[in-house]
């Protein structure tokens, strides 16, 4: 704006320039109208005006749309997940162990000695051990065992029983150990445990003192009527004391039974189990052991 105030003052100079000049001189034949000289002036102005103004560039770019009504394509619909609940299971088949029922660790035998070691187990799972579930050798020394042995009867959950193997002791002197376990009917061992004995030549059964080295039980007859039979062994001469147990909670008084020499003698018991079901009956030697040896298994319908 100050540039054209600039140029307007300069055409009015120029005017009034040329008015004076022709002062004191003849009029020309052709006079100059001022309102031309004007008309020229404001036109020259305009002119620098339309050119000074700012000039209207193209739009290069256009607005984006308003419309936001335009449907959006429709998803799927995803299912619901659900989190599975998680149930706390319990193992089918779990044994524990109670006690050494004979033959405690390092007892001490002779070699080639023929005994029976018998392990007291309860049943903590929550499926009961049917007679497809059996003793089984592991590992280490066999001590003449045999591979497995087929449980007698059913252990429910919470039962106790006691599973027995007729072993030998081995020839050599030393300490000899055999792991056994317990095998369901799939074929899967499910628990573990062992005999550990110490041979020694010319002594036996507790450092060569008198003991009962083995003892096994069978039964005959039927409901109501009975026979159990024991097969005790001891290493030497001398005398023992022994008491029947039975299942129900029973116990005849104490017996005694005297060796001449080592060797094995038989004892027999009636009983007039008449109850349903499954029932055992074992021989618990008091002296000199202080130990149950073997278990008769007993069923009634």
């Known amino acids: 704006?100050?540039?054209?105030?600039?140029?307007?003052?300069?055409?009015?100079?120029?005017?009034?320039?040329?008015?004076?000049?022709?002062?004191?001189?003849?009029?020309?034949?052709?006079?100059?109208?001022?309102?031309?000289?004007?008309?020229?002036?404001?036109?020259?102005v305009a002119a620098q005006l339309t050119l000074s103004a700012p000039i209207s560039m193209p739009t290069l770019l256009q607005p984006l749309p308003t419309n936001t009504s335009v449907p959006l394509p429709t998803l799927p619909s995803l299912p619901t997940l659900v989190a599975p609940t998680l149930v706390p299971t319990q193992a089918c088949d779990?044994?524990?162990?109670?006690?050494?029922?004979t033959i405690e660790d390092d007892t001490v035998m002779s070699p080639g000695e023929n005994f029976t070691k018998t392990w007291r187990l309860k049943n903590i799972g929550t499926c009961s051990w049917t007679t497809a579930y059996s003793l089984v050798f592991l590992s280490d020394n066999a001590m003449d065992g045999p591979s497995s042995v087929s449980l007698a009867g059913n252990v429910n959950p919470g039962q106790t029983v006691d599973v027995s193997v007729d072993l030998k002791a081995p020839s050599g002197n030393g300490t000899h150990t055999g792991r056994w376990g317990l095998r369901n009917a799939a074929g899967v061992t499910f628990s573990q445990f062992y005999v550990r004995i110490k041979?020694?030549?010319?002594?036996?059964g507790g450092g060569g003192t008198f003991a009962v080295t083995h003892a096994s039980l069978s039964a005959?007859?039927?409901?109501?009527?009975?026979t159990i039979t024991a097969n005790v062994t001891t290493n030497r001469a001398g005398t023992i004391t022994y008491h029947w147990v039975?299942?129900?909670?029973?116990?005849?008084?104490a017996s005694t039974l005297v060796y001449g020499s080592a060797g094995t003698q038989s004892v027999v018991t009636d009983w007039a189990l008449g109850a349903p079901g499954t029932h055992w009956v074992?021989?618990?030697?008091?002296?000199?052991?202080?130990?149950?040896?073997?278990?008769?298994?007993?069923?009634?319908?």
Do not use: W
């Open 94 to 101: 779990k044994a524990e162990f109670i006690d050494d029922v």
């Open 246 to 253: 039975f299942s129900d909670g029973g116990m005849l008084p």
């Open 282 to 301: 074992d021989i618990y030697i008091d002296d000199p052991n202080h130990q149950q040896f073997g278990r008769a298994h007993l069923s009634c319908p």
């Open 199 to 204: 041979v020694q030549s010319g002594g036996g």
């Open 1 to 44: 704006m100050l540039k054209n105030s600039h140029f307007i003052t300069v055409i009015v100079i120029l005017v009034f320039a040329l008015s004076a000049c022709t002062l004191g001189q003849k009029a020309p034949l052709n006079p100059i109208n001022p309102n031309i000289l004007y008309t020229a002036a404001a036109q020259t």
């Open 220 to 226: 005959s007859g039927s409901c109501g009527a009975f």
